[in-house]
T-cell receptor, first 113, second 116 residues
Framework: DQQVKQNSPSLSVQEGRISILNCDYT??????FLWYKKYPAEGPTFLIS?????DKNEDGRFTVFLNKSAKHLSLHIVPSQPGDSAVYFC????????????FGQGTRLTINP | GAVVSQHPSRVICKSGTSVKIECRSLDFQATTMFWYRQFPKQSLMLMATSNEGSKATYEQGVEKDKFLINHASLTLSTLTVTSAHPEDSSFYIC????????????FGAGTRLSVL
């Protein structure tokens, strides 16, 4: 039972353009969502998060949007840079759930020069 | 950001031996740490939650006698893979929470375990 899904295993974007990574979830109890970036053979690095009381959170080039009715969140990166090439994981948790995170499968983002 | 150190980064061992992996929070105290396992091209799967001074909480399907977790201090948790077999070969990653007020986990760099 995959509670958090990233249906696009890969995405290729031209440098300078916007990258949009999508994530869907099925558990309506999730109330906190995070995006992590991961390079090969390294642990994930926290990027940005959003709680369910908001529908948008912005941090520099990164913006996360949350659509609770659709159980969908997305990460926008603009402008995209070559250093953004990595695997991006979305994760979800419940504030009552002992801080446990449920991860999606990841999307490999490649930024082309 | 918070720094979590994981050691070793890579280990190769013979089948039947035990391997210990350390996870340290370098600049903060972590009452709760987590251990994950990642198979190639798959997501991170939570194995267990490690709480300082108490027994770890294991996820369903994870053998507690196989994967021993010790969280003896506020900055160190260890995962011991006992009597390792080739099917235990995987990428193991730990994480720690810096503040209970924010549900953000900070991850170590991971350990690549290869069992021959």
């Amino acid at each position: 039972d995959q509670q958090v899904k990233q249906n696009s295993p890969s995405l290729s974007v031209q440098e300078g353009r916007i990258s949009i990574l999508n994530c869907d979830y099925t558990n309506s109890m999730f109330d906190y969502f995070l995006w992590y970036k991961k390079y090969p053979a390294e642990g994930p690095t926290f990027l940005i998060s959003i709680s369910s009381i908001k529908d948008k959170n912005e941090d520099g080039r990164f913006t996360v949007f949350l659509n609770k009715s659709a159980k969908h969140l997305s990460l926008h990166i603009v402008p995209s840079q070559p250093g953004d090439s990595a695997v991006y994981f979305c994760a979800a948790s419940t504030l009552q759930g002992a801080q446990k995170l449920v991860f999606g499968q990841g999307t490999r983002l490649t930024i082309n020069p | 950001g918070a720094v979590v150190s994981q050691h070793p980064s890579r280990v190769i061992c013979k089948s039947g031996t035990s391997v210990k992996i350390e996870c340290r929070s370098l600049d903060f105290q972590a009452t709760t740490m987590f251990w994950y396992r990642q198979f190639p091209k798959q997501s991170l799967m939570l194995m267990a939650t490690s709480n300082e001074g108490s027994k770890a909480t294991y996820e369903q399907g994870v053998e507690k006698d196989k994967f021993l977790i010790n969280h003896a201090s506020l900055t160190l948790s260890t995962l011991t893979v006992t009597s390792a077999h080739p099917e235990d070969s995987s990428f193991y990653i730990c994480s720690a929470i810096r503040s209970l007020a924010k549900n953000i986990q900070y991850f170590g760099a991971g350990t690549r375990l290869s069992v021959l």
